[in-house]
């Protein structure tokens, strides 16, 4: 009953985006009151919320009838997180997905001229063409509420490693409403295009819709990566898995996008950069999501082949076709004379756009080789970390570089270099005293060296022009990828470890950090095995540490739950990797990992600087500005 | 200015193209990776001679493959946390019991396991008379390019290798591959 | 005044120089770590994982195996070649830049290359012209708007239609998707048990996957299961039917004449000598071969 109830609001979903889609096209086209594409799009979002719900009625009241409560519900999960499993499987994160894009239509779609900018009906259009898609494709490709006869007595239960932790409930919904905001300025951009008007791109609603967005997806990044190294054990928090990469694609697009929308304010030429980076970043979000929903790619995070596949693939391709057509026949219409000055605030945000952009093309080009591979030579092939980090970073390193300039910039004027004399110095003198007393490596040294130099720079500006409230949010987010920098750097340059299979009271060491195996309990537990081994650590941590090793027989996966323990020069990090089933041995892997919390704290503080950002924006005005904002209605006789 | 707008439309073809047969071949490779052939072990011939395989066997001896030139050997790669092992050990007693006169020998390789817990499953299933090297590391079944457990490698009477399977082979498996070995001299 | 300038420069001069010195100290080749070379191979065992990253005991013994080899002198070449003889290029988590692989270079090398050239040729060009277009198109005549409506809902109508009258949402017959995702399920399930040894509950399972699918091959691990569980009259009867349906299969010949063996039938030698012209290269005629001399 629940299953058709939930069949039956996800068509009328389908059939209410199809009419925003229409309606919202009338109203640009014709431009008729758009009271009833209103109506439709406020329909949609109450469909899509409708959807969630019954999912979730479904989930909490154990209906195993319903194919995506058989496959991922169960009845010894914890509240907690059988409400939060609604989005840990594919079909039922794509219902999350609905919501939030039918949310933000609601709100593009709003009355307020000042929030939705004079191209509102055509950008509605857009979005309610890729609402049509999506509601077609959970509906015929992916529905999660198709019913399973004979009715199972009990379910798997969620993705267990989706269970180690709280923080993974959030995770997701943050990366979703972080890709699909970027739709917005996808909208936008199309929209121009369509209606022939690159000047009247809405850069206050692109530029708060893509600053919300980014935030998101950085916090959605930092959690992934700390989940990925705190859940499943392997000791790192990045891999340039096809799947972290495929939410780094959009982020490194919508940076250079934030970038240029500030710098676009003034400069007509960069309005095509802007328009075309709005709409590549939400491109990159549909190839991404092909990549990760469709089994193309193998990762840990991948969800299983799905046939979604072959409809992704189509829409990803149309999308990318119509955005290129329409970059192709506009061109030419938008362009000026560019009259500033190298070291100007344009011409070095241009530069920027212009590293990003080479950043994402070479983790685009590193994620798609082996699918290249692939279809060129028929076997497999895998790039790993090695080519990214070779080719990725040094291209990031120089991004840090100009970042440096940032607190210096003025449109239109070249900046004063003789400021940068204390940030340069100190980043040398770091350089120095680091390369003297360790050897990390050339570009974990240069990453030091330009963590200095950033940070520097920012804190001499605080103090030179200090009060000015509205720096503070890209300062903080400035000095958060700062930080990272160099929590990245000292961890990949000093991390050590070692593993050995150790019995009781043998021990380990590594890093001044002795681990004396002590005990390795069996514990049964209701919904597995778990084994504890526990360490005396000696040497620099005192106390005891406790990793794990989980079973869980429902899905036969064997989890590594590490033990951490954090101080302020880094983290001693112990996983089980085996263990004797008589319980006189284990195989114990040791890392000391230093300053791997800067990584968190710096994702934190970038995401936190954005969202002041983001928060301020709305309330600020400019008046002299040549008006892209000012409400005219486009198309409207 | 025309010229360039059909550049820039033949180079966006281009791109579309090259993406969709890109993006596409996943798709295949996806699909094609979740219907394995068939039931029963992914079977490969193999050639080139047999790589060494020496050391103490679980109950202490010596063992060295090299001095089992002229006979079939099976090499076995196992464990007593590995499942679908539990299946396999006992048709592969069967095995030896049945062609051991024919000159069949067969050695597993008992990787990254105590030698306690090897010998209680061994009792527990009656197969005491395998004789497995001890690998506590792994090494030596990665020197055999294993990739996983259980697997297993078949070399002939002039030591070369002929056929590995991955995953638990059974008596009908057995039965076409090495009577054939055996009958060739 | 100059004084500061000078003590600038000479700081500026001593800075540079410890920078270089440490950038130079840095630089020197370091010895690649165990580390750095499982970081460089892919786990054989798991869905795109490093040998360092894996918890797979495989990898664990391929660590361990880089450790030994490096402690016996080997070079880290030399070890990566020992497992690149033995599992292959795909062991190998990079790449090698020749041949496909310069177009990890070439392409971001093209794409930075294209849009610095854009940006150039923007700062260049004069401006252009303002938009020839102007976008505020004129009211449209009743007429248009009239048609471009009743499009718009027929356009809806049609999607209503598909969307709740297809056969996918008739309550009566199960959802064809939910059907294919059980037998695909089942069939694992029954895949598995025949992977175990445990044929009987197999061919039930088959059997289920059967009713609902009736393809060929699923009917003919149905036939083999009922034939290893000693139901063999069962299983030529499925045998037959495949072979009915589809005369050319040699497997079901196969099957249904050791299904007519196994209950003793006396038509099984004539069934198996058929199986036998039929495919005498199939890697299980020589098996057939040897049964039909014995009997």
Not at chain 3, 24 to 31: D, N, T, V
Request: glycine share 10%; hydrophobic share 50%; net charge positive.
């Amino acid at each position: 009953m629940t299953g058709q109830i939930g069949g039956i609001v996800l068509g009328a979903g389908l059939v209410a985006a199809v009419a925003t889609a229409l309606l919202w096209s009338r109203v640009a086209l014709l431009g008729v009151s758009a009271r009833p594409a209103r109506a439709a799009t406020w329909a949609t979002l109450a469909m899509a919320v409708l959807a969630c719900a019954v999912l979730e009625v479904a989930l909490v009241g154990h209906d195993f009838s319903i194919r995506y409560v058989a496959e991922n519900g169960g009845r010894d999960v914890p509240l907690y997180y059988t409400v939060t499993s609604l989005w840990a499987a594919l079909d039922g994160s794509l219902l999350l997905w609905l919501l939030v894009l039918a949310g933000c239509a609601v709100v593009v779609g709003g009355r307020r001229p000042e929030r939705s900018g004079p191209l509102q009906p055509y950008a509605m259009a857009v979005i309610g063409v890729v609402a049509v898609f999506f509601f077609a494709l959970t509906y015929f490709a992916a529905n999660p509420f198709t019913a399973v006869s004979p009715v199972p007595a009990d379910g798997p239960g969620p993705n267990p490693l989706l269970r180690e932790h709280p923080a993974m409930g959030v995770h997701p919904p943050l990366l979703y409403a972080g890709y699909i905001g970027l739709v917005v300025p996808f909208a936008y951009g199309v929209a121009a295009l369509l209606a022939g008007r690159t000047d009247r791109l809405s850069v206050t609603v692109v530029r708060r819709w893509t600053l919300v967005s980014w935030v998101l997806l950085t916090g959605g990044i930092t959690l992934g990566a700390w989940w990925s190294y705190a859940v499943l054990g392997w000791g790192g928090y990045w891999a340039w898995d096809p799947v972290e990469n495929a939410s780094l694609l959009p982020w490194l697009t919508a940076t250079a996008l934030l970038h240029t929308l500030l710098a676009g304010r003034r400069t007509p030429a960069l309005r095509s950069w802007t328009i075309a980076l709005a709409c590549s970043s939400f491109l990159l979000v549909l190839v991404g999501t092909f990549l990760t929903r469709s089994g193309a790619v193998a990762s840990v995070h991948a969800f299983t082949a799905s046939p979604l596949g072959p409809m992704l693939l189509g829409f990803v391709l149309l999308s990318v076709a119509v955005v290129l057509g329409l970059l192709v026949s506009r061109s030419g219409t938008a362009a000026a004379a560019n009259p500033s000055p190298l070291l100007a605030r344009e011409s070095v945000m241009l530069g920027n756009a212009v590293l990003m952009v080479a950043v994402a093309a070479i983790v685009l080009t590193g994620t798609l080789f082996p699918l290249l591979v692939q279809a060129v030579q028929g076997h497999r092939a895998a790039v790993g970390p090695g080519y990214f980090n070779r080719a990725a970073v040094p291209v990031a390193l120089v991004v840090l570089l100009l970042m440096g300039l940032a607190p210096l910039l003025r449109p239109g004027r070249a900046a004063d270099l003789r400021d940068l004399r204390v940030p340069a110095f100190a980043g040398l003198a770091v350089a120095a005293v680091i390369g003297m007393l360790s050897r990390p490596g050339v570009l974990a040294l240069a990453a030091f060296a330009l963590g200095a130099y950033v940070l520097t720079g920012l804190a001499q500006s605080l103090v030179r022009r200090r009060g000015d409230l509205r720096r503070w949010g890209w300062m903080t987010a400035h000095a958060g990828i700062a930080v990272v920098a160099v929590g990245v750097a000292a961890s990949s340059a000093y991390t050590v470890s070692s593993e050995r299979q150790l019995r009781a009271g043998e021990s380990i060491t590594v890093g001044g950090v002795t681990a004396r195996l002590e005990t390795v309990d069996r514990l049964g537990a209701a919904n597995g095995m778990r084994v504890r081994v526990r360490l005396a650590l000696g040497g620099d941590a005192g106390g005891t540490s406790e990793p794990q090793l989980r079973y869980y027989p429902a899905r036969d996966l064997t989890v590594s739950v590490p033990a951490i323990r954090s101080g302020v020069t880094g983290d001693v990090y112990a996983t089980v990797l085996g263990a004797a089933p008589d319980g006189t041995g284990a195989t114990v892997r040791l890392a000391v990992n230093p300053l791997v919390w800067l990584v968190w704290l710096g994702g934190g503080m970038t995401a936190l600087g954005a969202l002041t950002a983001a928060v301020r924006a709305p309330s600020r005005r400019r008046s002299p500005s040549p008006s892209p904002e000012t409400p005219v209605p486009v198309g409207a006789a | 200015m025309n010229r360039r707008r059909i550049a820039g439309a033949v180079l966006a073809v281009a791109a579309v193209t090259v993406l969709g047969v890109t993006l596409a071949s996943g798709m295949q490779r996806a699909s094609g990776d979740t219907t394995p052939a068939a039931t029963g072990p992914v079977t490969q011939a193999r050639t080139g001679a047999a790589p060494p395989l020496r050391g103490r066997t679980l109950t202490g001896a010596r063992f060295d493959l090299t001095t089992l030139r002229g006979k079939v050997v099976l090499v076995n790669v196992w464990a007593s946390w590995c499942d679908p092992c539990r299946q396999e050990l006992p048709v592969l007693a069967g095995a030896q019991r049945r062609w051991s006169a024919d000159g069949l020998e067969i050695a597993g390789i008992d990787i990254r396991d105590n030698a306690e817990s090897a010998h209680r499953l061994l009792t527990e299933l009656g197969v005491q008379d395998l004789r497995s090297v001890a690998d506590p590391q792994g090494t030596a079944a990665v020197a055999w390019g294993a990739r996983g457990v259980p697997e297993t490698f078949v070399v002939d009477r002039a030591g070369q290798l002929r056929w590995w399977a991955q995953g638990a082979v059974d008596a009908a498996w057995l039965e076409q591959r090495i009577p054939p070995l055996l009958a060739a001299s | 005044m100059r004084l500061r300038r000078l003590l600038l420069l000479a700081v500026a001069a001593v800075l540079l120089a410890a920078a270089g010195t440490a950038v130079w100290r840095s630089a020197a080749p370091r010895p690649e770590t165990a580390h750095g070379i499982a970081e460089g191979l892919l786990c054989p065992a798991c869905q795109g994982e490093s040998v360092a990253q894996s918890q797979s005991p495989m990898a664990a013994a391929m660590r361990d195996t880089i450790d030994q080899q490096l402690a016996a002198g080997r070079t880290p070449d030399q070890v990566r070649q020992f497992f690149v003889d033995r599992y292959g290029e795909g062991v190998l988590a990079e790449p090698g830049y020749d041949g496909i692989g310069i177009l990890l270079w070439l392409v971001p090398l093209l794409a930075v290359a294209a849009v610095v050239l854009i940006v150039l040729r923007q700062r260049r060009r004069r401006p252009a012209a303002p938009p020839d277009r102007d976008p505020r198109t004129p009211a449209p005549p009743i007429g248009r708007a009239r048609m471009w409506d009743t499009v718009a809902v027929a356009v809806i109508a049609l999607v209503a239609v598909v969307a709740f009258a297809g056969p996918d949402h008739d309550s009566a017959d199960p959802p064809a998707r939910a059907a294919a995702d059980s037998t695909s399920s089942l069939l694992t399930l029954a895949r598995s048990l025949e992977g175990q040894g445990r044929y009987a509950e197999a061919s039930e399972v088959y059997r289920d996957v059967v009713a609902q699918r009736p393809d060929d091959r699923t009917r003919l691990r149905l036939a083999f299961t009922l034939l290893r569980s000693d139901r063999a009259a069962e299983a030529a009867t499925t045998a037959g039917q495949v072979l009915h349906d589809s005369p050319g299969n040699t497997e079901a010949l196969l099957l249904l004449g050791l299904a007519r063996r196994a209950s003793g039938s006396p038509d099984a030698t004539t069934t198996l000598r058929r199986f036998l012209k039929a495919a005498p290269d199939d890697p299980a005629a020589p098996e057939v071969r040897r049964l039909l001399a014995r009997s």
